[in-house]
């Protein structure tokens, strides 16, 4: 039995307060604030852990030449407070690893904020920064702000539907949070899905009319890159790998690494990790009695997020690598097609 399930009169609790919460939004009790010009939300009614940031990057090379387009993120994990904009001088630290992920991505070809106001960052977005788009990452729950259009992801591997409220699962609010999604996301699938399974996991989300279903799955890029060069998938085999990762759910990753180099060792961090002095020479330490010979045939591999905490800590900055990844959407022209309609009307 999962312990958690004995945390479920909790939750009980938390359903509660999150629904008279919700139910104060929707009757206008509580301000949301719109603004006139397209703004995505892309979120999720769990924790974390449904690829948010690769589906926020598909959307931006979608848009990026339609608009003056902005991502604006709260900036988990970052040391400063307020709005900030990305520029070549930021360091990780000032505003979170995704949006740095997301500024070393785009660099100068779309606007990265960060601030834990959403309603102040839109607006300063488009009062100084003459934002015509922006997309809003993680604020599926920041009902401040009301999105014009609104993603929902979920992970196949652990659907909404199958989950229960914190702290006896991982949902920041019930199952019926899905009512406010213009198109649903099954994200993290596997190459291929049996029509029965896709009818099965359509039957079990329960659109609305005004809904679409879409199904995602991560695409690992053909070469990792580092600091000093990058190694073709060709080579994997040739390498032994320290895997370090602070991500939520790690499963696709460990799978894919164990399959393509020749041998993993995972250090497993929490999601966002701060690396500690301590743990950046525990990891190097590991890397050093590893067989091979240094920089030809053992690295340290990580996430792209990762590596954006990462890459200036001096002592492993030169053995490091990330694996970029993106995504496939099943009915790719649909879902293209949708969105660009609805920023293009709006």
């Not at 904009?85 to 990265?112: H, L």
């Not at 977005?125 to 993680?138: F, G, K, S, T, W």
Request: a positive charge.
């Amino acid at each position: 039995m999962n312990l958690r399930k004995l945390l479920l009169p909790f939750s009980s609790l938390y359903w509660i307060g999150t629904s008279v919460r919700n139910i104060m939004y929707t009757i206008g009790m509580m301000p949301s604030k719109s603004f006139n010009i397209p703004i995505i939300n892309v979120g999720n009614l769990s924790v974390g852990g449904t690829g948010k940031s690769p589906h926020i990057m598909y959307l931006a090379n979608l848009l990026k030449d339609e608009k003056q387009l902005s991502t604006l993120s709260r900036g988990y994990g970052r040391k400063t407070k307020g709005f900030h904009i990305a520029n070549y001088s930021t360091k990780v630290y000032d505003i979170g690893d995704e949006p740095m992920q997301f500024f070393q991505r785009f660099k100068n070809r779309i606007i990265i904020a960060v601030c834990e106001d959403r309603v102040f960052g839109a607006q300063k977005l488009i009062e100084h920064y003459n934002a015509e788009a922006i997309l809003l990452d993680d604020a599926y729950q920041h009902r401040a702000i009301k999105a014009g259009f609104n993603i929902l992801l979920t992970d196949y591997n652990n659907p909404y539907y199958k989950d229960f409220l914190l702290p006896a699962g991982d949902l920041r609010e019930s199952r019926s949070g899905m009512k406010r999604a213009d198109i649903v996301i099954v994200t993290k699938c596997p190459d291929r899905i049996s029509e029965d399974k896709l009818k099965e996991i359509s039957s079990k989300i329960k659109l609305k009319s005004h809904q679409q279903l879409f199904f995602s799955k991560i695409i690992y890029d053909n070469k990792i890159i580092g600091g000093l060069d990058n190694i073709e998938k060709s080579t994997w085999k040739n390498y032994n790998v320290i895997l370090v990762t602070g991500i939520a759910k790690t499963d696709g990753l460990v799978k894919f690494a164990e399959e393509n180099f020749a041998n993993v060792l995972h250090l497993e961090y929490p999601d966002h990790h701060n690396f500690s002095q301590s743990e950046i020479e525990y990891i190097y330490k590991r890397y050093e009695d590893t067989d091979g010979r240094k920089r030809m045939d053992k690295i340290i591999l990580t996430t792209e997020k990762d590596y954006m905490r990462l890459m200036e800590e001096s002592m492993i900055k030169d053995d490091l690598y990330y694996i970029p990844i993106s995504i496939e959407i099943n009915d790719k022209e649909k879902f293209n097609q949708t969105i660009l309609e609805y920023v293009k009307q709006n």
